[in-house]
């Protein structure tokens, strides 16, 4: 049975939500809130790491990569597809990690993380209903950490925070109103 409540419109202010309906807006953002905040400690911590990765040892995975493919390609019997395989890992042996491009990809990856730490922790708490979409949308970050993951749980977070009675408990501020002689 569907309430006139139900739809979130211009008209949501009038009528605060009631005890039940702010306790059930937190049973439904309680998991994809706390995913979000999982994924994002995940990712920031996976960036982290690639950051230090990147500005310690910049040039370690093209020369790793470039040390273990050179030896096999040099085994070939001679061919131009030898030739253009060695030209190809010396290519590779060029590839820096601290390259401006990773490095902007990283911090671009790094916010993204935390602003999906701050708004899975605001979206726990029915506050900040702005931040808690845009951190259900950083999750779709395609350079983010397990974006094949983290993209399911942050479409689930912005189907959650779309329904109309978690938006009328973000609009009360996620506080329980006091109670009334109707109740």
Known sequence: MARDDDRFDDEIGDAPPRPAD????????AVP????????????????ISLAVALAAPASFGD????????????????????????????VRQIRLD???????TAVS???SGLMVVGGLRMRGLKSYGLAV??????????????C???????????????????????AGGK???RTDDD
């Open 149 to 171: 993951f983290a993209a399911p749980v942050g479409l689930w977070a912005l189907i959650t925070l779309l329904n109309g009675d978690v938006k009328a408990a973000f609009a």
């Open 64 to 91: 790793a990569y470039a040390d273990f493919m050179k030896p096999l390609i040099e085994k070939q019997p001679p061919s131009q597809a030898r030739d253009d395989q060695l030209a190809q890992v010396e290519q």
């Open 176 to 178: 329980l109103p006091l």
């Open 33 to 48: 809130a706390i995913l979000l905040v999982a994924f994002g400690l995940l990712g920031s911590s996976l960036g982290a």
């Open 134 to 147: 845009t951190a259900s949308l950083a999750a779709f970050y395609p350079c983010g950490a397990c974006l």
């Open 22 to 29: 702010v306790v059930a807006a937190r049973g439904k953002v």
């Open 99 to 105: 390259s401006p491009a990773n490095l902007a990809s």
């Open 110 to 112: 790094l916010a993204a």
